[in-house]
Each structure stands twice: as structure tokens, then as C-alpha cells.
């Protein structure tokens, strides 16, 4: 049964996202500031709203991926304005979980539902809808959004009240952090001993040692190449600050975690900030002494 869903924010996710909704069959409005975003939903099949305001006032189901809180608030005060009651807002973006609240409140004040519903996934997972949908908050409204979630995701988990979907986003990322970090570190080790860096994924990947991040991101490590960017290196820093902040408010040692940090800034400071989080692999093998060419 196709629906009516819109978008709001058609970056690397959002534009996924929308791409396999309209192949599913369902109908897409969408909203970005940028206008070459909105020019490839409208390319896509989409129809292109004149604000973020416009796209809750005309779809029952509103997904929002955005980058900031600042883009958060001034999206959640459109509709707030525009909004039809009724209308389903289903928040996808990684960002603090007050700021998620106070948004969830203000909402609820103009009779619209606010659902916590972070994605599990990288824009290259995005794509083939390999996504897995984090939901927490109102169940009835999260059991409304179902045949949208499915034409976009693999796995769709209830975890109950508002805020679980950003605490287990914030679990998923620790290990992804952790993961890249440790796949560009056994790639660097198969090239400093000779070994044949193709071979090695092909292997590794069948093997007890593969992890999904292996699998994702091996590919462009083995490659080095970085770009297009499935999660830039600029905009994954504010997953680690919100990682670190989450942890650190639990008074919770994540040891691991806190040493691939440095890596990733040091990426970031030798200018690699819209390269895929796959380029620390390029810090690694500095630190190795191989050189890249």
C-alpha cells in the first residue's frame, strides 16, 4: 500500500532515503535549503516543497534528517508554525537527546507527534536500504510509520520510551568508531607484511576476524579512496563529542573508544574533514611509514 511521506533534509541519508521510498511506490515531498538537493528529489519522481512548514502541512509522516540542533530547532519552529495536527514528525538525525525533548514538547503543543528514531547505518547502506531504524517513543504512531520504515530499512526495533532510539544510537556508533578504527589497522598490518590488500579483505571479510564496518568501509580503504563520502570525517565529530558527553554523564569508562577519537582528529586537521571516516586509514599508514602512492 503506497503513502504519502515526506523528507526533510536531502543529504547523503535523506536523499536515500527518499530514493527508496519512491521505488517502493510511495509518494515524496521534500524540503532543503541547499537547492541542488531539492532539484534531485524533483528529478527523482519527488515533489518539492517551499519549506520545511509546507512538507508537515501536506504529508501524514514527516522524516527529518538534518545535521545540526540548530537546523533541529529551526525546522521543529516551521512546523510548529505550518504543521497539520495529526501529522507524525519521525526524527532520524543523530543529536542530543534534550535537544530531542524540548522539540518532542513543543510539537506536541501545536498536536503533532515527535518520534525518537535514529538509523543505524552509513549512506552507502542507505542506498541499498540496509538501515536499521532505532524507534522509541509514542507505539502507535511508530506502528503507523511501518511501511515507510520498511521500504527504506532492513530492521525496524521498538525500544520503548522517548530518547532509547538515541541511547542505542549512541551504543551502535561506539562500536562503529571502534570498528573503522581497527579495520584500517589490520589492513595497514596485511600491507606492512607484503600481503595483497584485495586478497586480504576477500579473506578477513569470510573469516571470524570481519566486522559490518570491515565490510563497508574495507572496500574504499583497500581502494584509498575517500570520496564520495558515505559519513564525512567533519560531521562523524559530532557523533564522537555526543558519544563521549553520553558516556561520560553515566560516569561509564569507555577506553577504547576515547583512543580512535585522536585518530579521526587528526584526519580532520590535515584537511580531510569532507573525506569518508574510511580516510583514517591515511593516518595509519603515516604512522607506518608506507607510502600512499
Not at 514538547?105 to 538509523?119: E, K, N, S
Not at 536499521?132 to 521500504?151: H, N, T, Y
Not at 579495520?183 to 586480504?200: R, S, Y
Amino acid at each position: 500500500m503506497a503513502m504519502d511521506a515526506g523528507i526533510i533534509g536531502l543529504g547523503i541519508m535523506g536523499s536515500a532515503m527518499a530514493g527508496n521510498l519512491l521505488a517502493a511506490g510511495h509518494t515524496v515531498i521534500g524540503y532543503d535549503i541547499d537547492e541542488t538537493a531539492r532539484a534531485k528529489l524533483q528529478s527523482a519522481g519527488g515533489t518539492v516543497a517551499t519549506s520545511a512548514g509546507d512538507v508537515a502541512a501536506h504529508a501524514p509522516i514527516v522524516l527529518l534528517s538534518l545535521p545540526s540542533s540548530k537546523a533541529f530547532r529551526d525546522v521543529t519552529d516551521d512546523i510548529c508554525a505550518k504543521g497539520a495536527r495529526g501529522c507524525i514528525v519521525v526524527e532520524c538525525s543523530t543529536l542530543p537527546i534534550e535537544d530531542k525533548l524540548v522539540s518532542r514538547d513543543a510539537l506536541a503543543d501545536h498536536g503533532i507527534i515527535l518520534i525518537d528514531c535514529p538509523v543505524s547505518g552509513t549512506g552507502a547502506q542507505a542506498v541499498e536500504a540496509d538501515l536499521v531504524m532505532l524507534a522509541s517513543g509514542d507505539r502507535q504512531a511508530v506502528e503507523k510509520c511501518r511501511l515507510i520504515f520498511d521500504a527504506m530499512s532492513r530492521e525496524t526495533h521498538y525500544l520503548g520510551e522517548f530518547g532509547n532510539g538515541m541511547k542505542m544510537k549512541f551504543v551502535a556508533n561506539l562500536l562503529v568508531s571502534i570498528h573503522n578504527v581497527a579495520a584500517a589497522e589490520a589492513l595497514v598490518l596485511a600491507q606492512k607484511a607484503g600481503l595483497d590488500p584485495q586478497q586480504t579483505y576477500d579473506v578477513i571479510r569470510a573469516g571470524a576476524g570481519s566486522s559490518r564496518m570491515f565490510e563497508v568501509r574495507g572496500p574504499m580503504m583497500v581502494e584509498q579512496t575517500y570520496e564520495p563520502a558515505t559519513m564525512k570525517l567533519d560531521v562523524w565529530r559530532k557523533d564522537v563529542e555526543l558519544i563521549a558527553a553520553f558516556a561520560g554523564s553515566l560516569d561509564c569508562p569507555t577506553p577504547l573508544f576515547a583512543q580512535s577519537e585522536p585518530l579521526y582528529a587528526s584526519a580532520r586537521a590535515r584537511g580531510m574533514g569532507a573525506q569518508d571516516t574510511a580516510a583514517i586509514k591515511s593516518i595509519l599508514e603515516m604512522m607506518a611509514g608506507i607510502d600512499e602512492a
